[in-house]
Structures are given as C-alpha cells and as structure tokens.
C-alpha cells in the first residue's frame, strides 16, 4: 500500500524523467480534469517539477497548473519510456501524461484535482499537513510538539494523522513502534519525552531508509519490499507487521496483532518487546492478518 516512502520515490522517478519536458500528450477519464484541459490544454506546456509532501504529490506545469494526487490505498504512478508496454490494464487508467520520451500513467487514483498555486494553498488537506518525514526541512521537534497537544490519543493511531506527523501509514505504524519498543494502544499521555522523542526518530530514520537513491539518475520504477529490519533476506525484511503468532525476531514471543482507531487498521506489536503497564489488551482481542 502507497506510504510516504512510496510516494517520494515516485515523485523522485517522475521529476528525473519529466522535470524541463514539453507536454506532447494529454488523457484523463476524470471529468473536472478533462474540463480544465479543454479550458487550459496541457500539451505544449512544460513539466516544471513533481514532488511529493506526506502522502500527495504535486506535479507542476508552466502557467500557473498544478496536478494534485492522492494514491489512498489503491493507486500508483508509472513511468514508462514511449511505446513501452503498460504493466498494468488501460482501463485502471486515470491519467496519462506524455512527452516525447515518457509516458507518466496514474492508474487508479481516487484523488487527482487541478489547482493554481492559489487554490492550493487553499486546500485544507494539503494546507494542514504536519511536518512531513523525507522532507529536507523536517523539523523532528515539531513533530514532537503535535504528538503531546494529543495527549488522550494513542500513539499507534496518532502516526497515521497526517496533521500530526505526514508520511507515516499502517505499515510503518507498527513498524516504528516496535522500533521504538513502545507499545502502539499506549496514550501518548503515559510516554516520557524520551519515548516521543524516540517514536519521531524511528519514524525518519525508517522512511529514509527506504528511499535511499541507488538508482545513480537512471530513470527507475522502485521494485524492491519495504524494509525496516535492515537483513537481507526478503522473508525477513520487517519486524512485526503482518506477522500475527510469528516469533518476534528479537525475544521469541508470538506477535499479537489488533484493530486500532476509528479506521478499524490492523496494528501489530510484541507483547514482550512492547510492554502494556495497564492489562486492557486481552489474548482475546487477538485477530490474523487481512
């Protein structure tokens, strides 16, 4: 599922084989974006940059044109050299933007707007985002200073709040929990200034470790697993997500899984590792991976 990390290697692969192009070919199945082409057509407008901030990415065009997009749970960007066949079928297009030696493809997004620099600073999702991991002015203390103004909230459900902290999804949530050896049910009242200190940390440093750029400027789909652990070895590439009654790869204990928040999310955790003080996890709240 599309997380910070994946969107941030989208937007890096599409700026390195669209950014300076000239627009030579425009397609959409969505209405309101098709209009603002009629209005305003694409073609012939240069691709000024694409990139990303928590969970959207901004694709930006000479005159004023912003693409904006959400991928949600389902949608993905791909690049492919013109002519390339598509991966995926042509009737989960949405969009298709062309130049003269790419093809940019959004198959299945639900979320796809057209905005001037005006409107989108307008727009509350984006105009509310908290500090956004992978960005180069990230400020880890502010982060820190979202997550205690919740105080009755807990932590696991707080890191997928993108006014919160912007980027993180339910597989880093688990996962950066664990990393942190903070129980996700915890309030975020009940954590020391280390622990929040720690959670923020773990965030960063897992996000970044999976955007890593070894592609030296070629232009590259990401086709590798998500990693947190740091092995080699793709079976174990993370620490407690969809891993319910596996051993936890540190002490041995069978990790529990359970839904979270008002979203129902899956969340995963040690109960060795991850200590609860007060007993309202039960066995029984247990539940297997989707």
Known sequence: MPEGDTIWRAARTLNTALAGKIVTGFETVLPKLARVDEDTPLIGRVIESVTASGKWMEMRFTGDLILLTHMLMSGSWHIYRTGEMWKRRRYDMRIVVATADFVAVAFRVPVAEFHTAATLARRGAVRNLGPALLKADFQPSEAIDNLSAQPEMEIGSALLRQWIIAGVGNVFKSEVCFAAHVNPFRKIASLSSIELREVVSQA????????????????????????????????????????????????????????QGSEARLTFWCPNCQKFSVSTIRDSESVSAD
Do not use: H, M, Q
Not at 206 to 211: E, K, S, T
Not at 232 to 238: E, I, Q, V
């Open 204 to 259: 960063d440093r897992l996000l970044r470790a999976n955007v890593l750029d070894t592609s030296e400027n070629k232009i590259v789909t990401y086709t590798g697993f998500r990693r947190t652990t740091g092995r080699a070895d793709a079976s174990a590439r993370l620490w407690v997500y969809g891993r319910t009654n596996e051993p936890c790869r540190l002490c041995g204990t069978g990790i529990r899984s359970r839904r």
